[in-house]
């Protein structure tokens, strides 16, 4: 190339000033939106009936379940299926169940399936396996919105 060094120099950084400000404008960072940080609270279904299916070959003492840090069931089992039916609000995305049970006499590996059923909505099913205990998270999947 010729011309003088200078001139170039000076187009060169014409060049990426001009790109640079679109670039800019695309990253820089702006404050959300009201609508943005406003909680979506009309999407969750308040009180839904969910009804979950416990089957284990041993039945387990006893199962809690948890939803959002609160005991939501409890279950005494005496045969080898129970059931629990319970409402719960429940947002779009889902909700993780957290599952405890015991059982006092066994000392072999236990197995719990959960079959959940939500009312207007997917069903849902697991296996966990454990030994005296079994404490794990179940997802119960979300509705589609109103």
Same mark, same amino acid.
Request: no cysteine.
């Given at each position: 190339?010729?011309?003088?060094?200078?001139?170039?120099?000076?187009?060169? *950084?014409?060049?990426? !000033?001009?790109?640079?400000?679109?670039?800019?404008?695309?990253?820089?960072?702006? *404050?959300?939106?009201?609508?943005?940080?406003?909680?979506?609270?009309?999407?969750?279904?308040?009180?839904?009936?969910?009804?979950?299916? !416990?089957?284990?070959?041993? /039945?387990?003492?006893?199962?809690?379940?948890?939803?959002?840090?609160?005991?939501?069931?409890?279950?005494?089992?005496?045969?080898?299926?129970?059931? %629990? %039916? !319970?409402?719960?609000?429940? /947002?779009? *995305?889902?909700?993780?169940?957290?599952?405890?049970?015991?059982?006092?006499?066994?000392? %072999?590996?236990?197995?719990?399936?959960?079959?959940?059923?939500?009312?207007?909505?997917?069903?849902?099913?697991? %296996?966990?396996?454990?030994?005296?205990?079994?404490?794990?998270? @179940? @997802?119960?999947?979300?509705?589609?919105? /109103?």
């Amino acid at each position: 190339m010729t011309g003088s060094p200078l001139i170039r120099l000076a187009l060169l *950084a014409l060049a990426l !000033f001009l790109i640079a400000i679109p670039a800019w404008r695309l990253t820089a960072h702006r *404050a959300p939106t009201a609508a943005a940080l406003a909680p979506a609270t009309n999407l969750i279904r308040k009180d839904t009936l969910a009804t979950l299916t !416990f089957t284990s070959p041993v /039945p387990p003492d006893e199962i809690i379940v948890h939803a959002l840090g609160k005991t939501v069931a409890t279950v005494r089992a005496e045969r080898s299926s129970a059931e %629990t %039916t !319970f409402p719960v609000s429940l /947002p779009p *995305a889902g909700l993780d169940l957290v599952i405890n049970a015991k059982w006092r006499t066994s000392a %072999t590996a236990n197995a719990l399936r959960i079959e959940a059923v939500v009312e207007g909505g997917p069903r849902s099913e697991a %296996t966990f396996w454990g030994g005296t205990e079994i404490q794990d998270v @179940f @997802f119960l999947p979300g509705l589609a919105a /109103p």
